[in-house]
């Protein structure tokens, strides 16, 4: 009688086995699968993506895309002409598309697809389309510590009637010369075309909207912190040199700039002096950008920093872009499927039941 007992103990262990088996092979099947390293594995997460033409072939590169199938990961583009709850499943959504309709779509899409990673929420990114409220976080921060100081240069936003900018700059204390920029920071090339005003009457010349920025001299060289969750990578770039008061004395007019460092060659190979090439602290740039991703509720983002020239550790914060160009990144590929695969595990931990 007893092994009886345990023969239809052991055919029903079996059983479950079994039903276990074929769970999981179901689950497995309902993913598809990536080539990768010669043979076919389950996607481990599929990311859709709404790019413009020129963001799609600037970022995803075709090393990237390599490396991400071999993690398990599958880039599946967003198609614009039907509606996005009707594509996927996606476990990921990755845009940067501008415009009050699209914004719409994905916060409808992020309320009634709570489950899926929307980088980053559209609210946020439009914080950091306008230069008048893009750098106030920074401002607000008033940031100092033992590794040095952050802060922005002072501003004045000008909205219409370019005759007033004489009057307006007087009044609001600002010393020449003023870096001029584009109020709307769209990702567009017009919107990074900067220029320097050298004195009181060329400010006339400029088109409103924009900013007005104090210049800082800062040796001619800018770092790039890009930030990717909690991942960050510091390059240097050349930017524009500096402004000494015999220049300024002797120049007049505005002086236009293309995107300075976007299409300026690296810095980092360059032979730069010691004081202007050293990168900002480690533990400074890490407080700063944990602060910031707090703050402005964004995971992928990159800063634009100077620091002063003739100080060691006087940072300026004189840009931020949402999703720059990681393509220029060193490396970008693996930071990038790596933050993409831990968004993945947060997501299970957060759905998962807990395990007692």
């Known amino acids: 009688m007893r092994l009886n007992e345990e023969a239809a103990c052991r055919n029903e262990d079996e059983r479950r086995e079994d039903e ?46 390599g490396l991400a199938r071999n993690k398990g990961i599958v880039f599946v583009a967003i198609d614009h002409s039907r509606p996005l709850s009707d594509q996927g499943p996606f476990d990921i959504v990755l845009h940067k598309l501008t415009g009050k309709e699209w914004r719409q779509i994905l916060e409808d899409y992020r309320r009634t697809h709570p489950e899926v990673t929307v980088l980053d929420p559209p609210d946020a990114i439009q914080h950091l389309r306008d230069r008048q409220s893009m750098l106030q976080e920074v401002a607000d921060l008033n940031f100092s ?31 020449l010369p003023l870096v001029a920029k584009p ?8 919107s990074h075309e900067l220029s320097l005003a050298y004195d009181q009457s060329s400010l006339r010349k400029l088109e409103p909207p924009l900013v007005l920025q104090e210049f800082v001299n800062h040796g001619g060289v800018l770092f790039k912190v890009y930030i990717v969750g909690e991942a960050i990578k510091v390059v240097r770039r050349f ?28 810095a980092d190979d360059a032979d730069l002096d010691p004081c202007v090439a050293e990168l900002p602290p480690r533990p400074l740039l890490e407080r700063l950008a944990r602060e910031l991703r707090r703050r402005l509720g964004l995971r992928l983002f990159n800063l634009d920093i100077i620091r002063e020239h003739g100080t060691q550790d006087q940072f300026y914060v004189i840009d931020i872009n949402y999703f720059p160009g990681y393509g220029k990144m060193p490396e970008y590929e693996h930071i990038f499927t790596d933050f993409l695969l831990s968004l993945v595990q947060s997501k299970y931990r957060k759905w998962s039941p807990s395990i007692c």
Do not use: H, W
Not at 33 to 62: D, H, I, M, W
Not at 183 to 190: E, Q
């Open 239 to 266: 930017s524009l040199p500096d402004v000494s008061d015999r220049e300024l004395s002797r120049n007049a007019g505005v002086f236009q700039f293309p995107r300075v460092s976007c299409a300026a060659a690296s």
């Open 20 to 65: 276990e088996v074929e769970m999981e092979e179901a689950i497995v099947v309902k993913k598809p699968y990536a080539l990768g390293g010669g043979f076919a594995q389950p996607v481990k997460l599929v990311v859709g993506y709404a790019l413009t033409s020129k963001k799609t072939k600037s970022f995803l590169q075709p090393k990237l895309e």
């Open 183 to 190: 109020l709307v920071a769209d990702g567009s090339a017009k």
């Open 145 to 175: 510590d033992s590794y040095g100081k952050v802060d922005v240069p002072r501003q004045l936003v000008i909205k219409r009637d370019a005759s007033s900018i004489p009057d307006a700059v007087t009044k609001a204390g600002l010393i």
